[in-house]
């Protein structure tokens, strides 16, 4: 039980630092949204070519900025990009750093506080207003929905009831 209570605990302090990421950087991907333009490839130049997914191959970096959501087999997946710095929290693992243009495709190359290595290296098979799909090396293939700013996204677990704790006695 207490294990259980310290993941959630984890899990809503991570999922609250990204959206407070995402927060301090909502502005600046608006006023910014052009300085990226250089970098990241035209939107319709060759979409889908070779790779098969839907919008493999253009995809746009500021496209990338804000906090996705969703479950994967079950269990909670939250990203949050902005700045092109990455935070990553899924299942029990911490993840953060960058996503880089790697030969023209945008990656995400994160590192896991427990060494975990199943979500370090992750391709952006489609990204649209308010879906991204990334396939990570370690084989799993996350598809995420858009978060609104400063609102929780709605149909994630939630805690268990703890109604059961034992009380605490005052010092």
């Known amino acids: 039980m207490t294990r259980s209570l310290r993941t959630g605990a984890i899990a809503v302090a991570a999922l609250a630092a990204s959206f407070a990421l995402t927060a301090c950087g909502s502005d600046d991907a608006q006023k910014d949204s052009g300085a990226d333009a250089p970098a990241s490839a035209t939107p319709g130049a060759g979409g889908g070519e070779g790779s098969g ?23 909670n997946v939250t990203v949050s990009i902005a700045a092109r710095k990455v935070a990553l929290v899924a ?15 945008p990656m995400l190359a994160l590192k896991c506080t427990d060494g975990g290595t199943e979500r370090t290296m992750g391709a952006i098979d489609s990204v649209d207003g308010s879906k991204l799909v990334v396939s990570w ?9 858009k978060a609104e700013a400063g609102k929780l996204p709605s149909g994630m677990p939630s805690l268990p009831d703890l109604g059961d704790l034992p009380e605490v006695p005052a010092p």
């Open 91 to 105: 299942d029990k693992s911490v993840c953060q750093g960058d996503a880089k243009d790697m030969g023209g495709e």
């Open 53 to 75: 997914e839907s919008g493999g191959g253009s995809v746009d970096a500021a496209a990338l900025e804000g906090t996705w959501v969703g479950l994967t087999d079950g269990k």
């Open 137 to 145: 090396d370690g084989g799993a293939k996350d598809t995420l929905a």
